[in-house]
């Protein structure tokens, strides 16, 4: 059974950095794409960035692009985000989620598990 497991989250001033990781286990992964996603308050899940874990193929979505850098240990099974220069707006619960098909990689339905979630929020 897959499962994915988020820390690294926490409460921090705008301007600074954190870091998020997700330790996978319970499946081989060199076939799976790694997703992050945040959802705030009264919002949808949104899509942050995601990584093929064989390849590197990455890709972000415009708000985080230049800011957030995904990455991953094929050592460790963890996938990271990397958050720099938060700003007020990044304030949400950070989920981590794994899919093998590679289709629509930007939406939820393309992964099939998911984390638990971590909370960061930034303030001013």
């Known amino acids: 059974q897959v499962q994915l497991v988020e820390s690294g989250g926490g409460l921090v001033q705008a301007g600074d950095s954190l870091r998020l990781s997700c330790a996978a286990s319970?499946?081989?992964?060199?076939?799976?794409?790694m997703g992050w996603f945040r959802q705030a308050p009264g919002k949808e899940r949104e899509f942050v960035a995601r990584?093929?874990?064989?390849?590197?193929?990455?890709d972000y979505a415009d708000s985080v692009r230049g800011r957030f850098t995904i990455s991953r240990d094929n050592v460790k099974n963890t996938v990271y985000l990397q958050m720099n220069s938060l700003k007020l707006e990044d304030t949400a619960v950070y989920y981590c989620?794994?899919?093998?098909?590679?289709?629509?990689?930007?939406?939820?339905?393309?992964?099939?598990?998911w984390g638990q979630g971590t909370q960061v929020t930034v303030s001013s």
């Open positions: 319970g499946g081989t992964f060199s076939n799976y794409f």
């Open positions: 989620a794994a899919g093998i098909s590679g289709v629509g990689l930007r939406t939820t339905s393309a992964y099939d598990y």
């Open positions: 990584i093929r874990w064989r390849y590197g193929g990455l």
